[in-house]
């Protein structure tokens, strides 16, 4: 079992040279970090939202990285090596590491067409990081393929687009794993109390754990049923929309009744 934290990433970069380089990059490039930060002056600052800049994109990077370690390690294989995109393992894994962390860089224009936005901002980005990247790879890695898997991740995040691949479904749902009170202590603090913050708020801790009749299950400990929400209105539609959804079971805990379950949630 492990916590959504933005500690996990670490586990997975320590692994491969190939995601240290991306990430050592990705974490020290200016254009990255101010777009990740303008992110948060759109979304928390003006629009009262949820955290959406470098804290948020290091917990969907690391939680990405999880469920794909652990889909694969339930026989599903990467959509890129299967058409041929990338040659390697390592390869889809650095697909999956750049759109999580990218994903939300369209908000430091806009909110409305994030998704769009950020797929398009990312072509520069990636143009400039990716040779640095691929070198490493062991195979020869087509970068300009890379960059169109990466671009597909983003713009996948959005609920109302279906991801085409397995590396772009686990970044959607990794997206909306990020659930937990500290996500909307800051918007609360300036005063949003609308069902979003509070829904938030009584979420106390996201686990993932092998299931019961899935793969993957996803724990959700909250203080009160307000934490439903999240799961109804931000997860559930994003594994609808995503190509694992028959992979995932869902356990709501309700800590006020003794850590009590309720009703396990099959999308």
């Known amino acids: 079992m492990v916590h959504v934290s933005p500690y996990l990433i670490e586990r997975h970069i320590s692994r491969s040279s190939l995601l240290r380089r991306a990430w050592e990059l990705l974490t ?15 979304a928390v600052e003006r629009l009262l ?8 994109a290091q917990i969907v990077a690391g939680t990405a990285l999880e469920l794909f370690d652990m889909l694969y390690n339930h026989g599903l294989r990467p959509s890129s090596i299967i058409h041929r995109t990338v ?15 990218l994903h939300d860089i369209g908000n430091s224009v806009h909110r409305d067409n994030h998704e769009l936005i950020g797929a398009i901002l990312s072509t520069s980005i990636l143009d400039r ?6 070198s490493l790879c062991r195979e020869q890695c087509d970068q300009y393929k890379v960059r169109a898997e990466v671009q597909q991740a983003i713009y996948a995040t959005s609920m109302n687009v279906t991801a085409l691949t397995l590396e772009a479904s686990i970044v959607k749902v990794a997206d909306s794993l990020d659930m937990a009170e500290g996500r909307a202590r800051l918007p609360y603090s300036k005063g949003k109390t609308d069902i979003h913050a509070l ?7 996201v686990e993932i754990t092998n299931g019961e009749s899935r793969p993957i299950q996803i724990r959700v400990q909250m203080e009160d049923k ?13 594994i609808k929309t995503s190509i ?7 356990v709501p805990i309700l800590l006020d009744n003794n850590s009590i379950s309720l009703s396990t ?3």
């Not at 990081?129 to 691929?134: A, C, E, F, H, Y």
């Open 199 to 205: 829904s938030a708020l009584s979420i106390k801790r």
């Open 87 to 101: 040659p390697t393992l390592d390869c889809a894994r650095l697909i999956i590491l750049l759109g999580a962390y």
């Open 129 to 134: 990081l990716l040779p640095n990247i691929v």
């Open 244 to 250: 694992i959804q028959e992979y995932i079971e869902i």
């Open 49 to 56: 939202y949820n955290d959406h800049g470098p804290v948020h």
């Open 265 to 267: 949630i099959y999308p």
């Open 226 to 238: 307000a934490g439903m929400f999240q799961i109804e209105k931000v997860l559930l539609p994003k």
């Open 28 to 42: 020290s490039d200016t254009e990255v970090q101010s777009l990740l930060r303008m992110a948060n002056v759109n």
